[in-house]
Structures are given as structure tokens and as C-alpha cells.
């Protein structure tokens, strides 16, 4: 299957810095979604980014399908951003009927 | 996300117990999937089903069983033929294979 790597692991910010977060995929798809996983294991839905920059508040994301990565960043970071993001990927290629693959994830965490 | 829930929250097992994860959409998505998640990991899928009475084998479905008699739920059965089956279970739904997937607040099951 594709493989989906995400980075950095581990990155922790003070309130208000911005921070970039980078998922690499090794395979055309034709679905990308990031995910914020809060302390009580909820995925929460951010963007649905095959291709192209979207913004949502102090989020925003890119993906350069053609160079199989997508960046997401957050802007004036709060402590409420604290979590885990996850980025994946359903394969462009074959019969994957949609199947989501997912990053190990990076875990950020934001001190007042 | 609203639309999907999942019970219980919580789920103990002793050894060699099966027990029934149950997963309910009222999205009116065709497709439904089940993701298993270890700790410090992402997600991996156990089974989905693309549309009624069909459902098909995810990376690590041995141990697991699925059925699919209604569109809008897709219960989960841990065996005990499944050998470390303490983890975090997610249910997902999707319109169809290449849409965006939306995620229950997921069952944290421990084997006693």
C-alpha cells in the first residue's frame, strides 16, 4: 500500500508561535484529509485537500499533488491546538475502493 | 463528527469473551469502515463495506468479523481468536470509496 510519512513527531510551541506540519506520501491519490485528535481520542475532520491551498480560521493547508506532499499550518498557536494530527491518503491507483492510509502522526503541544 | 456513534465508550473483556462493537450512521453514507488504533500509532483499517450486505477485508481483519445488514450500521465482533485486541476502535463513513471520511468518538476496549 502507499506509505504516508509525517513530520516532525514531536514539536512543542508557546502560545502564539506559528508552526508547520509536513506529510509525504509515495504514490499519486486522490484523496488527502488531515485530522486533529483531541485528548478523548476524536478525530476531528480539517480539511479535505486532494489538491490546492484551503484556509479555515489560523489553519490552512496545501497539497502539490504532483510532488506527493501537503503541508498544514497553524498560525498564533493555542493551547487548544494540543493533540495529535494525523494526515491521510487514499491511493490514486489499483482497486484501494477508498481506503483511508494514515501517518503515525505528530504530536503537538502548546504552553501557555 | 455528528452523525456517527459508537457504544459503548468504554468496553472490558475477559479472555477468550467475544464482544460486539456497535457502530450507527445517520449520514446516509454508502460506505463504513473500522480502524483500529495502538497506542502512539495511526490508524489501521480492520474492514469496510462499501454498500450494503458487502464488506471486505481490511490490513489486520484476522480475529475480527463484520456484517452489514443495514446501511446505516456496520457492528464490529472482537473474537477470541484476536490476540491483543486492547486498542482504541474507530468507526468511519463515507458518501462513497472516494469521499471525505467522518469519524465516531470511537470504543476503548481492555482485556482483562
Known amino acids: 500500500g502507499i506509505q504516508v510519512e509525517q513530520s516532525p513527531p514531536d514539536l512543542i510551541l508557546q502560545e502564539g508561535a506559528n508552526s508547520t506540519l509536513r506529510c509525504n506520501f509515495s504514490d499519486s491519490v486522490n484523496n488527502l484529509q488531515w485530522f486533529h485528535q483531541n485528548p478523548w481520542g476524536q478525530l476531528i475532520n480539517l480539511f479535505y485537500?486532494?489538491?490546492g491551498t484551503k484556509q479555515n480560521g489560523r489553519l490552512s493547508a496545501t497539497t502539490v499533488a504532483t510532488e506527493r506532499y501537503s503541508l498544514l499550518y497553524i498560525s498564533s498557536s493555542q493551547t487548544t491546538d494540543s493533540g495529535v494530527y494525523f494526515c491521510a491518503v487514499v491511493n490514486g491507483r489499483g482497486s484501494t475502493l477508498g481506503r483511508l492510509y494514515f501517518g503515525r502522526g505528530t504530536q503537538l503541544t502548546v504552553w501557555p | 463528527d455528528g452523525g456517527i456513534t459508537q457504544s459503548p465508550k468504554y468496553l472490558f473483556r475477559k479472555e477468550g469473551q467475544n464482544v460486539t462493537l456497535s457502530c450507527e450512521q445517520n449520514?446516509?453514507?454508502?460506505?463504513m469502515y473500522w480502524y483500529r488504533q495502538d497506542p502512539g500509532q495511526g490508524l489501521r483499517l480492520i474492514y469496510y463495506s462499501q454498500i450494503v450486505n458487502d464488506f471486505q477485508k481490511g490490513d489486520i481483519a484476522e480475529g475480527y468479523s463484520v456484517s452489514r445488514e443495514k446501511k446505516e450500521s456496520f457492528p464490529l465482533t472482537v473474537t477470541s481468536a484476536q490476540k491483543n485486541p486492547t486498542a482504541f476502535y474507530l468507526c468511519?463513513?463515507?458518501?462513497?470509496?472516494?469521499?471525505?471520511?467522518?469519524f465516531g468518538p470511537g470504543t476503548r476496549l481492555t482485556v482483562l
Open positions: 449520514l446516509n453514507h454508502d460506505a
Open positions: 485537500i486532494p489538491s
Open positions: 468511519a463513513s463515507s458518501m462513497d470509496s472516494r469521499g471525505r471520511q467522518y
